[in-house]
């Protein structure tokens, strides 16, 4: 999946400091796509990491990123991962932290991702609407629930549009049930298929996954009102989508007059 499990409150909801000294590596600010009393959602770009951890303590991050252009105490709770785009929450305090936790994880809240995938796949048999709920094991081989719904749009030669709702938070979990399906994301280095994603990068273009998380319905963490967040594909990503478009229109023979 592309989205981590959400971390416990009572060890990861910390501020950061904003006194902090500068981090060896920095990233420009990333666009801010709402921002209120309580949290800020913004867009993160692929390649960029939520958090620095003990293998990158150095690397640039997200939530220092948007620390030091906010000059604001953060408090992480929602997560996704390094190669994925898209809508990013942060809580600016403690208790608004939990409590948009409390929405995003809600029966009632909705994380729409846009994927390209490999279609029809190695499993033709599929429609093109499914639902992969194979448990995925967590890092101790533990086997968890897991559950996603694929829905494909607008198609290509060997490749689809699809969208893909989560309704759980497993490791790579869009990733992995893309790949159980025969249907992989491309760009996915870690459970795609490299020829294909030599092929997309050389003739598309496409030098990243084409994963992007680009819609967030939930409740208001304040005034309990729905709530839509929206981030539009990033220009590489839809650049990859114009070349397609454009191969598609140059293979189709001219409507008869």
């Given amino acids: ?49 939520v958090h620095r951890d ?8 997200a939530l220092q990123t948007v620390r030091d252009q906010l000059g604001k105490h953060l408090f992480p709770f929602h997560r996704l991962d390094r190669a994925t785009s898209g809508i990013l929450l942060f809580g600016l305090s403690r208790d608004a932290a939990a409590r948009l936790q409390a929405s995003l994880s809600a029966d009632d809240a909705h994380k729409e991702y846009i994927a390209l995938i490999r279609y029809p796949g190695s499993n033709r048999e599929l429609p093109a609407a499914w639902t992969c709920d194979r448990e995925l094991h967590d890092e101790k081989d533990k086997p968890r629930a897991a559950r996603s719904d694929f829905a494909v749009g607008e198609t290509f030669r060997g490749c689809a549009v699809a969208t893909v709702r989560i309704f759980t938070g ?88």
Avoid: W
């Fill in 54 to 61: 003990e293998h990158h303590p150095t690397a640039p991050a």
């Fill in 170 to 257: 497993r490791y790579h979990q869009i990733r992995r049930h893309a790949n159980h399906s025969g249907r992989h994301v491309l760009g996915d280095t870690t459970h795609g298929k490299g020829r294909l994603n030599s092929l997309y990068r050389e003739r598309y273009g496409l030098h990243r996954m084409f994963l992007h998380l680009h819609r967030v319905v939930m409740r208001h963490p304040t005034t309990g009102e729905p709530m839509e967040l929206v981030d539009p594909l990033p220009m590489e990503l839809s650049t990859v989508l114009d070349r397609l478009r454009a191969e598609a229109a140059a293979s189709c023979p001219p409507s008869p007059s």
């Fill in 1 to 49: 999946m592309t989205e981590l499990p959400p971390p416990p409150l009572s060890s990861e909801l910390n501020p950061v400091d904003v006194s902090a000294p500068a981090a060896e590596s920095t990233h420009p600010p990333l666009p801010v796509l709402r921002l209120e009393e309580d949290f800020v959602a913004v867009s993160k770009p692929s390649g960029l990491l």
